[in-house]
């Protein structure tokens, strides 16, 4: 009796404690967190004139203003420690604090990298045993986004100490007073969706890294195709929520491994998600049309809508895949994918789709309204493409 009671009032605390976590990290992120990464256009050349440029940028074409506020810094940015450990910039960046102030005075907040390994992924320094001096020295420059790869982890921790290892730095965080964005990177290893908000995880990655093809023929190890990720992430919807989201890694869009139509496939699908919309291209030299996918503001309104739920799959007809997500509001918004290698006629009874009749439809491409639908919606989507609609009653 009394063991059962401990046990109860144990997990009271728990949950206590897991909820406010969640509270907690509901006042930074309580939307999917927006913005630009480094990494998969530039890799290790990034530096401080880079990212000047991309804030520059972002602010005179609209992205600022459309939401994408974090401008984060990835790996190789990291020098050596100090005579107190204290970690410092390469020579790639001058001066961390003075560019976070620049960032700021621009309207936007900037994310930096690390691991919990002694190495980051591309061979860096890491934050092993300086975590929380390493909190600190971000809070200091300004820092208001970590994400934080497993990498050389696996060296000194077992797999199993991960929600330990990354509690350490999420406390850690908390620790310094400051609002920073906590991302993991652990490529979704031991079920991190169960963890990860507990940790005081905002966003966690769900998959190994993103590869700017559709779908890759060959075996490659950790990475992927933007499909292979991006339809399979069913099952986790009920994991994601204000404060605490799934990452299926970073947008490729406009990188120029996949055709346009499939960057809108791969936008759209991310919308859907409530997945973190981090630009992964040069934005100082995009294209007219990468320009309009990622700032399409009404599928942008979809990823950012404040119920925060996650799409999932809701009806298979004639090949097509229909993702279903409930907005604040009351509407629904419909994605209608074609995976396959030819275009196709999709005819969507909407009580398939679990709607009531006569809906009114918005095409959220072509941003017309389609009037009222009595029971059953008639598209062509082309191959490999999408058609997203917004439905109200
Ligand atoms: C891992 C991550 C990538 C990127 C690189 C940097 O592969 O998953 O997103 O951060 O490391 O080295």
């Known amino acids: 009796m009394r063991a059962a009671q401990c046990l109860a009032s144990a997990s009271m605390l728990l949950l206590l404690a897991v909820s406010t976590a969640v509270a907690q990290a509901g006042d930074i992120a309580a939307t999917p967190p927006m913005g630009w990464n480094s990494w998969n256009h530039f890799q290790s050349r990034v530096s401080d004139t880079l990212i000047r440029e991309t804030a520059d940028a972002m602010a005179a074409n609209g992205m600022r203003d459309a939401g994408y506020v974090y401008i984060n810094i990835d790996d190789t940015w990291e020098g050596k420690r100090d005579a107190n450990g204290k970690i410092t910039s390469n020579e790639k960046f001058p001066d961390m604090k003075a560019l976070a102030d620049y ?127 991006g339809f399979n992430q069913n099952g986790l919807d009920r994991y994601a929520g204000p404060g605490h989201w799934n990452d299926p890694d970073m947008l490729e869009v406009g990188n120029g491994g996949m055709s346009d139509t499939e960057y809108h496939t791969h936008f759209s699908l991310w919308c859907l998600l409530a997945a973190p919309l981090l630009a992964g291209n040069d934005i100082a030299h995009m294209t007219a049309e990468t320009k309009a996918i990622l700032m399409n503001r009404e599928l942008i309104a979809v990823d950012q809508d404040p119920l925060g739920k996650q799409a999932v799959v809701v009806t298979q007809v004639n090949n097509a895949q229909v993702y279903k997500k409930p907005m604040a509001d009351g509407s629904s918004v419909l994605g209608i994918f074609n995976t396959t290698e030819w275009g196709i006629n999709v005819t969507l009874p909407w009580r398939d789709a679990g709607l009531a009749n006569d809906e009114q439809v918005r095409d959220l491409w072509s941003h017309e309204d389609l009037g009222r639908v009595p029971e059953t919606f008639k598209v062509r989507v082309p191959s490999h493409g999408v058609v997203v609609i917004r439905v109200r009653q």
């Open 103 to 229: 960032v700021h005075s621009k309207g936007f907040k900037l994310g930096i990298y690390s691991s919990p390994g002694p190495k980051t992924c591309a061979g860096y320094e890491g934050s092993y045993q300086h975590e929380a001096q390493d909190a600190q020295t971000y809070a200091g420059w300004g820092i208001d986004y970590l994400k934080y790869d497993w990498c050389s982890a696996s060296t000194v921790y077992r797999s199993d100490a991960m929600p330990a290892v990354y509690k350490k730095m999420g406390d850690a965080l908390r620790a310094t007073g400051r609002p920073i964005v906590y991302s993991l990177c652990q490529y979704g290893q031991n079920n991190v969706w169960e963890w990860g908000a507990a940790a005081g995880g905002n966003l966690w990655r769900t998959t190994g890294d993103i590869i700017d093809k559709w779908r890759l023929s060959w075996e490659s190890g950790w990475g992927k195709g933007m499909a292979q990720i």
